[in-house]
């Protein structure tokens, strides 16, 4: 209990996204999108990535939770806890299908004019993410995913028409989510591939070297900036009124040791992600980057123009996902440098508990980080659009589900980010909590992964009746919306 209160106008509210949720894959027109080509795995099981849909393949997120036919209900429970805000993102692929097509698709377009009204009915206002892991299928077999520019022209026509079709129905709009996860080059490769695939939409066989996947890195994000860029400056034309936000996952990252060489690795580390929000809140590249591109030839294919769009096509507000926190150490016998990820090495922390997905829990972090970002970029309006905790639930006899590990997860972060805003004057406007709604978990496909203050009765394998039920943290999200925060 902090008693501390939010301003009455903060965004209260919670967070999916169209792949894990809407279900309805291939339905009115819809095309394939990277998100379809994605297996189900597990807490110690990678996704794969399958060229195509392969019969016989389980594809959690074919079924989501059937948000696509249900969202009026669900919406309905969103209001009851009394959301002023509510995000997802449009599913790229419902309305260019193959992403490269002459013209949009209408039934998508009347799909999501249909969800905003309803949005809009019950007073909630919509937080609408672009490209949230869901690009078309079509632009990576055929253009090679963002590593290709011409992305950017696919990606800036989609944006403009569906900023241009909802005008009057959406003002929070959000370009690329969680736009800086590709960074990070150092992870076991698994990893990695799972994490430049759903970004950009880039893919590598065991033969790929570090140094060959780091250029692609650079250069895909270095697209997606410019297409970013291009949007925000589309969107001010066609309504003065929108908030165009980047999107990050943020969190510290701690030195494993007060040791000179481990505190250079955590600033290494950091500066690997940064850069992605320098760019989309700056307009321009910071001078490490700089620096590494003349180093080492990663320079992307950066001309003029782009530069000049960069500039003018800054974020009007950051929105981020907060988890967890990291550690990092230098590798033994190494400089920490940007040039070598290996060169930084992640430990765990054990000083701090952790999730059954070894998600560690650390509240006092996000009071951190926000910090850090308004010290980076003073008094930029920042949002939090994800922040949640993943958790195995268990449905009762009287089917109750009494989930007060989510909830202290979520008092506790709410009231560190209550303290940054009132106490250490951080330009919070908004706390939108992930998966108010279980949902298809998007790093391991399962739904055994929960995070919702709405139970879904669908297993890993999408057996079940799809029932909602409350879990104990629905009436408790309830009541801290009704009290502005102020009881945790
Ligand atoms: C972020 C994504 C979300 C969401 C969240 C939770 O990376 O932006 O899509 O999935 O992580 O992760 P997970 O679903 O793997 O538990």
């Known amino acids: 209990m902090t008693g501390l209160k939010m301003p009455k106008d903060f965004l209260w509210g919670g967070a999916i996204a169209a792949h894990q949720a809407e279900g309805a894959w291939d339905v009115d027109g819809k095309g394939v999108s990277i998100a379809d080509v994605l297996t189900a795995g597990n807490a110690t099981t990678p996704r794969t990535i399958t060229d195509g849909v392969i019969a016989g393949e389980n594809y959690p997120n074919h079924h989501g939770i059937y948000f696509h036919d249900t969202y009026k209900e669900d919406l309905a429970l969103m209001a009851e806890m009394g959301f002023k805000a509510f995000r997802t993102s449009i599913a790229w692929t419902r309305i260019f299908p193959n992403g490269d097509d002459a013209e949009p698709n209408e039934a998508g377009l009347q799909f999501y004019d249909d969800m905003f009204d309803e ?28 590593r290709n520019r011409r992305l950017i022209d696919f990606s800036v026509k989609y944006s403009e028409t569906v900023l241009k079709r909802y005008r009057n129905k959406v003002k929070y709009w959000i370009t690329h ?22 970004n950009s939409g880039l893919r590598y066989d065991e033969t790929a070297t570090i140094a060959e996947r780091m250029a692609d890195m650079y250069q895909a994000g270095h697209y997606e900036l410019v297409a970013s860029a291009k949007v925000v400056q589309l969107a001010h034309q066609i309504n003065p009124d929108f908030q165009i936000g980047a999107m990050l996952n943020v969190s510290p990252i701690y030195p494993a040791t007060p040791l000179p060489a481990d505190m250079l690795a955590a600033q290494k580390a950091e500066q690997l992600r940064k850069w992605f929000s320098d760019v989309h809140i700056r307009g321009a590249y910071p001078s490490e980057l700089e620096a590494l591109f003349e180093r080492t030839g990663y320079r992307p294919d950066i001309t003029d123009e782009d530069r000049q769009i960069l500039k003018e096509g800054t974020v009007d507000y950051l929105s981020i996902s907060y988890y967890a926190t990291f550690a990092v150490k230098a590798a033994d016998g190494k400089t920490p440098a940007l040039d070598d990820p290996s060169s930084i090495e992640s430990v765990k922390n054990t000083l ?137």
């Open 119 to 146: 949005m809009n009915r019950l007073g909630i206002e919509p937080v609408i993410t672009l490209n949230h892991f869901e690009m078309p299928y079509h632009l990576v077999t055929e253009y090679g995913g963002w």
């Open 177 to 198: 989510n969680e736009i800086s996860n590709q960074a990070n080059i150092s992870e076991a490769s698994t990893v990695q591939d799972f994490l430049v695939w759903t």
């Open 352 to 488: 701090i508990p952790a999730s059954d997905w070894g998600w560690t829990i650390d509240p006092e972090g996000l009071r951190y980080t926000l910090n850090q970002l308004n010290n980076l970029y003073p008094n930029l309006p920042i949002m939090i659009v994800e922040n949640g905790f993943g958790a195995y639930d268990t449905v009762t006899a009287d089917g109750s589900i009494h989930d007060d590990y989510r909830i202290a997860y979520l008092s506790a972060h709410i009231a560190e980010a209550e303290k940054a805003t009132i106490i250490d004057g951080v330009n919070l406007i908004g706390y939108l909590s992930w998966g108010p709604i279980d949902i298809v978990s998007a790093g391991t496909g399962e739904m055994s992964k929960r995070y919702g203050y709405i139970y879904v009765d669908l297993d890993d394998e999408g057996h079940g009746s799809g029932k909602r039920l409350k879990t104990d943290s629905f009436n408790w999200y309830q009541n801290v919306i009704k009290t502005q925060g102020e009881n945790l």
